[in-house]
Each structure stands twice: as structure tokens, then as C-alpha cells.
């Protein structure tokens, strides 16, 4: 049992915090923006709740952390108020939040500094991944960093593994989330043209998802695909856009080429003009069936 924080309650860090409580059996306190939330999870959960980062962080032997951009991984780390305040020396910072390679970097460079560890630990597999413990989580850091943090994090994971150095595991993350954005522009296109060419949609996917067209994508959201119907369930449009864009801004340095990656961000755009921030990625199809 180990003494750990988590800071960030949202739709992947709430039941990420339960498990970690639930089925780790750690000591658990947690920090959210909005007390409420953080005071609604340790009500639900049994663990303790605290006011700033600082206090969450405290004596803790390890903090995790999932927020939302690079600026929210600053002002949550930083400052008087911040998780690295309250940190003692040896412990290890964990962060899954989707930010840039950048920001991954200068907070390991700080965190060392101090002697705190840190580790750059994006997920991927959605809520429902969250929810059931099956997260893939892909690692950036120092190997001693890692090894000290991973029975923390298989917690949760599904895969948990050390891609490289710092930042390694957001880079992963863009690598993740570029395949995605292809591969459902692909099946988009795959299953409006079964549509129109009148075929029956399920026989089609039985018989191509047992071949070399299959993927976690055509298994869980073909059959919204198919109803057009994306509200409610999934990874937003929003989050799928501020992730591509750190992705697109990565490639203007290293020089990758990214055509397609590039316009598919501009099909999710269009989504969004339909009033689709927060429907599934998986939304794509709505600009082929719909008018």
C-alpha cells in the first residue's frame, strides 16, 4: 500500500482514482478543480479530499494526474499552490494527462531538480477503459522512475510500458491518436459506400472483421456508424481536435508530412460546426450520410 494522489476527477480520472483505492488498496487523496467532484468522490470511494494540489500532494508517495491541456498541467504542477509544493523528495509525479512532448520535458527537468521523479504516462482506451481497469498506457521517463511507478499504474492498465525518455510517452500518445484519425475517416467512407450501395451493414462487418480490416474501432462503434447516431458515449470531437493539433504542431518540427492527419482535423472542424464538439469520433460519418 502505498500513499498517492490524484489530481483531476474527469470522465477518465474518477474511476481511475477508484481503482487505485478500490482495487490497489492504496491511501488515497484526491484534488479537483470543483470541490464537489472531489468531495462526491470520496464520499462514493472512502478517501479523502483536499483543496489545492499542494495538500492532495502532501507526504504522498506518488501523485497522479489527468487534466486537460499543457496549460492545465502548469497550473496544477506550478505555483505556491502546486502539486511539486507539497511533494517530498523520492516521490514520483505520474502524469496521464493528452498534453505536448514539450511540457513533458520541462516538468521532468523541474520535478528532478527537486529530486521528485516524473513520468509522462498518456492513455489510451477511452472511459470505458477507465471505468474497467483495460487502459493502454504508454511512458516516457527515467527507467528507475518507471519501474517505482508501474504496480501504481497497472492498476489500471490494461499495458503499461516505457516507450523512452521524457516525453516519449506523449509522442506515443500522437502516434495513437494520428492512426485513429485515419483509420475512422477510412471506415466512414468504408460503410457510407456499403450504405448506398445497399448492403446489409452488419453481414458486411461480420465477415471484414475477421480479416485484415479489423479493428477496436469497427468492433465498438460500427453500429452507431451505421444509425448515424453519435451523442452521448465515445471520445468528444473536441478532445480528439486539441489532440490532433498537438500532434500537427509536433510534425512542423520534426518534419513529418501528415496530409491526411491534417485533413481530417479540418473534417472535425465541420463536425463541430454541425454542433458536434462533444459527439464521438467515430462522428466522421455524419458528413457522408448527412446533408
Known sequence: MAKVAFLGLG???YPMAGHLLKKGGHEVTVYNRSADKAQKWAKEYGGKSAATPKAAAQGCDFVMMCVGNDNDVRSVVYGDSGALAGMKKGA??????TASAI???EVHAKAKAMGI???DAPVSGGQAGAVNAQLGIMCGGEQADFDKAKPVIDVYAKMAALIGAPGAGQLTKMVNQVAIAGLLQGLSEGLAFAKRAGLEVEKVI????????QSWQM???WKQMNEVKFDGFGFAVEWMRKDLGIALEEAKKNGSRMPVTALVDQFYAQIQARGGSRWDTSSLMHLLMKD
Do not use: P, Q, W
Open 117 to 119: 521523479g516524473f513520468v
Open 206 to 213: 461480420g465477415v471484414i472483421s475477421k480479416g485484415a480490416a
Open 103 to 105: 511540457v513533458a520535458r
Open 219 to 221: 468492433e465498438n462503434r
Open 92 to 97: 514520483i509525479l505520474v502524469d496521464h494527462t
Open 11 to 13: 470522465v477518465m480520472g
